[in-house]
């Protein structure tokens, strides 16, 4: 049974640029979390989203950045015209119902950034 | 904020020995989880403590949870190298699904 699974693991893009991160929860699982790592810090939650809908935005910064969970497909967190503040890891982690609330969440290997 | 604080910061220990981390947070919970993070990798899920119980155990792990001062421990009995890693508590409450990070204590355990 596999995990969930992020890629890129790594990304290096230039100022301007946009990344695509992307996530696919583990089996069975229809809950989606992004969340933020800042170099030393702990993790930042961003977004949580079910299929075809986003529950919680409340972490998202304001611009350049979206999520979506397609009803087919893996979830994908979208940075438009990257700065370097991007620079991050970011992780995906899923659960099958209910979220921390009432279950464990899996976390993926992360997706690092870079912003050159 | 509900964020939690672990503390310490950081913490250095010889192979054998135990290894304590604390954690405090500021509001009610429903639940308090403790994760692992080895250097460049995801996090691994270590336990899971609902608000309504006071310890739990699992392998070399044991899991306090004290809500009336709002703070949890972890310890880490027979220490090893490989547990050399960043050791974060994430809490959950009310009807929220996010789970709000500390920032970590980073042990060292020397061989």
């Known amino acids: 049974n596999a995990g969930v699974m992020q890629n890129p693991r790594h990304l290096v893009r230039r100022r301007g640029q946009e990344a695509r991160l992307r996530c696919s929860p583990m089996?069975?699982?229809?809950?989606v979390y992004w969340y933020r790592q800042l170099p030393e810090e702990g993790l930042k939650f961003m977004v949580y989203?079910?299929?075809?809908?986003?529950?919680?935005e409340s972490g998202m910064p304001k611009e350049r950045f979206s999520a979506e969970f397609p009803k087919e497909g893996p979830s994908i967190l979208r940075i438009q015209q990257v700065v370097r503040g991007d620079s991050a890891a970011y992780f995906c982690?899923?659960?099958?119902?209910?979220?921390?609330?009432?279950?464990?969440?899996?976390f993926g290997e992360g997706s690092w950034l870079t912003v050159v | 904020s509900q964020q939690g604080e672990e503390d310490p910061q950081a913490l250095s220990i010889q192979e054998g020995e135990n290894a304590t981390m604390n954690c405090s947070y500021k509001?009610?919970?429903?639940?308090l989880q403790w994760y692992r993070q080895n250097s460049g990798r995801g996090l691994v899920h270590l336990i899971l403590?609902?608000?309504?119980?006071r310890e739990k155990h699992s392998g070399r792990l044991r899991v306090t949870l004290d809500t009336s001062k709002k703070s949890s421990s972890l310890l880490i009995t027979a220490s090893r190298a490989a547990d050399t890693a960043s050791y974060f508590c994430?809490?959950?409450?009310?009807?929220?699904?996010?789970?709000?990070f500390g920032k970590g204590t980073k042990l060292t355990v020397n061989p």
């Open positions: 403590i609902r608000s309504n119980e």
């Open positions: 989203l079910q299929k075809e809908n986003i529950i919680d």
């Open positions: 089996k069975g699982h229809s809950h």
């Open positions: 982690a899923s659960s099958p119902s209910g979220g921390p609330a009432g279950n464990t969440i899996y």
């Open positions: 994430a809490t959950s409450w009310g009807g929220s699904e996010k789970l709000v």
């Open positions: 509001t009610s919970i429903n639940n």
